[in-house]
């Protein structure tokens, strides 16, 4: 989702993809707005490493600014506030008069607290995977969006790979046969000092199997449709 800052700076902003501004209750406005686009604003709580990359990605779409975010971190909120020009505010509740939308990019043990005060608020929910630390928590934002009658979608990105809809394609159409069993390895370094303190306590960050292996959970699922067990 993350692009360099040259690269960003020279590519025009491509129009959204059907159904991204329909998604967040907005729609596309022209003619009599002389073919203005309605804007979508979205805010952030959680400025570091993850909302840099949505933060990014957000800027090469038409139709969609970032007004302003909060983190309790100064540094890291200058540093994404100068990224794209939006305004820092104090606290999670002075968010919401500035955005239409909300990207929750804190760490999971925060995301009940955060994505049911922005449903509270009327604010559309993103949610960075996981979409909780827990199912408990998970079914209390669900349930906090329906009843705010707002939308909640959980950044699943790898569902929107070409290479991984191509693969979906061919396993519901039955070219590859009958799936029995749906295998998956991640390759990666990280140091253990670039490991936020929150990934080491599985009660804040949900352990390593949903912290880090949740991509691959939820994208075989996708594919092979049907999940074993009860």
Known sequence: LSVGEDERRRA??????????????????????????????????????????????????????????????????????AQVGARIVPDVGALWEHVDAVWVCSPPHLHLEHASAAARAGRHVFVERPL???????????????????????????????????????????DLGRPVALWSRRFGETSPAEIPWWRRDWRRGGGFTIEWGLPELDLLRWIGEAAAGP
């Not at 159904?19 to 604003?41: H, N, Q, T, Y």
């Not at 009843?147 to 191509?166: Q, Y």
């Open 12 to 81: 025009p902003a491509r129009p959204a993809p059907a159904g991204v501004l329909e998604l967040w209750g907005l729609g596309v406005k022209r003619g009599a707005s002389r073919g203005k686009i309605e804007m979508l604003r979205a805010g952030f709580i959680g400025a570091g490493s993850t909302a840099s990359g949505h933060v990014a990605a957000l800027q090469q779409i038409e139709g969609v600014t970032v007004t302003a975010l909060v983190d309790p971190s100064s540094e890291r909120a200058q540093e994404r506030a």
């Open 132 to 174: 909780a630390h827990s199912l408990d928590a998970a079914d209390q934002i669900i349930d906090a969006c329906r009843e705010a009658g707002v939308r909640l979608m959980v950044g699943h990105s790898a569902r929107f790979v070409p290479v991984m809809l191509r693969l979906r394609r061919l396993v519901r159409d039955g």
